[in-house]
C-alpha cells in the first residue's frame, strides 16, 4: 500500500505486499507412507502443519472418498466448513436462476461421506475402514496435494489412473517396483 501525502502535507510513504495470500489453504506435494504394525499411516509434516492450521490448532484430519478418482481425500475443518459453503452458494444460485436444487442431496454428497479422526503429534492416524475399503487401500499410500485437500491413493490404483500426470504416475511406479525389490519398506 502506498500512501499519498494531501496537497502542501509532509508523510511518509508506506510500504507493503504488492499481492495478498487468501485465507484458502493449498495442499501440495507428496509423499508415501507404509502402515505400522497397528496399521496406522503417517501424514507427511508439510500436510500436517496445514491441517492443524486448517482445524483451528487441533491435531484433526477429515477424510472423504473422491466421487470420480476412486482415492481417499484428506483436509483440515475449514475445507469441511468451505463445502457447506460452496451448497449454500449453489443454492442460492439456482433459486436466482429459477432452477431446481436439491441442497439436501449436495451436502450428503459432499458432507455425508466425511470422517474425522484424529492424529498424533508425529501425525499417525488410523484410515477410516470404510474409507479405505472404498478406496481399495491396504498396507500403503501415496499422499498427493491438489490444492484446497490432498488425494490418499492406493500406489497400484494411481499408477492405473491415466488421467493423473505422468511425472506422478512415474515416480509412484519407480516407488512400486522398489519396494518390491526390497529397496523400501
Known sequence: ???????????????????????????????????DGKGRFVLPLEMRKLVVQASAGANKLCLSIHLDNGCATGFGL????????????LE??????????????????????IEDVNFDDGGRFFLHPDIKDEAGITDAVFFYGVGRYF??????????????????RNKVKRWIEARAAGATK
Open 1 to 35: 500500500m502506498i500512501a499519498i501525502p494531501a496537497a502542501g502535507s509532509l508523510c511518509p510513504i508506506e510500504k507493503g505486499p504488492l499481492f495478498t495470500v487468501s485465507d484458502a489453504i493449498l495442499y501440495s506435494g507428496n509423499a508415501f507412507s507404509v502402515a
Open 92 to 113: 442460492r444460485l439456482a433459486r436466482e436462476a429459477g432452477r431446481d436444487f436439491n441442497g439436501d442431496l449436495e451436502r450428503e454428497n459432499r458432507l455425508g461421506m
Open 151 to 168: 488425494q490418499i491413493w492406493k500406489p497400484e490404483r494411481l499408477v492405473e489412473s491415466s488421467d493423473r500426470p505422468a511425472l506422478i
Open 78 to 89: 475449514s475445507h469441511k466448513q468451505f463445502l457447506f459453503d460452496e451448497v449454500e452458494e
